[in-house]
């Protein structure tokens, strides 16, 4: 089995910050892509930040210099610090990875059970 969790999400003021923690545990082999994805009410979720295994960042338009993702590949871990947080930002966080569970089988995405992030003006 292969199992996401994500951790620290909560309640924050407008302008305020919080961390997100993702750690992936189980059969794995190698991992790819991290990333984080959210969804807000009444809206589709989206790609939030991605991470490739060798450190290239990648971030929706709405986050730019705000959010910053990072992974520690030794702890099977991806984050997503959250700084100057806005009210839009409120959504469900998603963590994803891309990963093998034994060499040489195909690559397949996993998802966390989310977490939810609350910004209030």
């Known amino acids: 089995q292969v199992q996401l969790v994500e951790s620290g999400g909560g309640l924050v003021q407008a302008g305020g910050s919080l961390r997100l923690s993702c750690a992936a545990s189980?059969?794995?082999?190698?991992?790819?892509?991290m990333g984080w994805h959210r969804q807000a009410p009444g809206k589709q979720r989206e790609l939030v930040a991605t991470v490739t295994s060798g450190g290239s960042t990648n971030y929706a338009d709405s986050v730019k210099g705000r959010f910053i993702i990072s992974r520690d590949n030794a702890k099977n871990t991806v984050y997503l610090q959250m700084n100057s947080l806005k009210p839009e930002d409120t959504a469900v966080y998603y963590c994803?990875?891309?990963?093998?569970?034994?060499?040489?089988?195909?690559?397949?995405?996993?998802w966390g059970q989310g977490t939810q992030v609350t910004v209030s003006s």
């Open positions: 994803n990875a891309e990963l093998r569970r034994r060499a040489l089988w195909p690559s397949y995405n996993y």
């Open positions: 189980g059969s794995i082999f190698s991992i790819n892509d």
